[in-house]
């Protein structure tokens, strides 16, 4: 989606108010528009599909386009809550420490993948929690100004991304469950990494480090102990006299 797009856009729903049929927010979105047609005299006619018309065709000829809306939609937030409804339960839907960790992976993978730097995000979490705590709801409109700003300045369009978003996980249920199950009880973290299956060879080294010394090591390494701790099946033939 290119900004032209997006100002097309906006153009739409800016128009909608200026046609005096409310607030896009409460009415719905623009499905189509249409043309008005006159006869000679400049009486009406009919009205034909028209594309969205531009700001300056909206004050050349005022009356003659009208938008058509589709149905009545529910709120974004709205059918969010119902996704996660339907895939977790009400309970995991309203576990404030669980929507904390999963909006602040959401948001450092954002910026991840726009160019933020490890180190750039751990000074700014020292900055951060180094200052008072903000008022919740005044916070909630910094994130939504400031998640449109970064759309725009890449070029995006949130709005899109997120309906884009919204069904997509209503086809991955099954996985996103799956994926939930797994996860470490009471832990910021939505996986742990589990040990190597060879740790305990591992800490076999370790511990003979440990109690021979570097030199005692280096012996038992060269005579083909360490290779045989580190490959499937039984030890070389002769490996221990």
Not at 4 to 20: C, F, L, M, N
Request: net charge neutral; hydrophobic share 40%; proline share 7%.
């Amino acid at each position: 989606m290119s900004w032209a797009d997006i100002q097309r856009i906006e153009r739409a729903t800016e128009a909608d108010a200026v046609i005096g049929n409310g607030p896009i927010a409460s009415a719905s979105t623009i499905a189509a528009w249409q043309w008005e047609i006159r006869d000679e005299s400049g009486q009406h006619v009919c009205w034909t599909p028209a594309d969205p018309p531009t700001d300056d065709e909206m004050k050349q000829y005022p009356g003659r386009f009208r938008p058509l809306y589709a149905e009545p939609a529910r709120a974004f937030q709205a059918r969010v809550h119902d996704w996660m409804v339907a895939c977790f339960s009400t309970k995991i839907a309203t576990d404030i420490p669980e929507r904390n960790h999963r909006f602040l992976e959401e948001a450092l993978e954002l910026v991840q993948s726009l160019g933020c730097a490890a180190s750039e995000a751990h000074r700014l979490v020292d900055y951060v929690f180094g200052r008072p705590v903000g008022e919740p709801r005044q916070e909630m409109g910094g994130v939504m100004v400031t998640l449109a700003a970064l759309a725009n300045c890449h070029v995006m369009y949130m709005t899109d991304a997120a309906e884009t978003e919204l069904a997509r996980v209503w086809t991955k249920i099954e996985a996103i469950r799956k994926k939930q199950a797994a996860k470490p009880k009471h832990s910021p973290l939505p996986s742990v990494k589990r040990p190597p299956r060879n740790m305990w060879k591992l800490a076999t080294i370790g511990l003979a480090i440990t109690l021979l010394g570097a030199g005692a090591y280096y012996i038992w390494s060269e005579s083909g102990v360490i290779w045989w701790l580190f490959r499937s099946g039984p030890a070389p033939r002769g490996l221990f006299g």
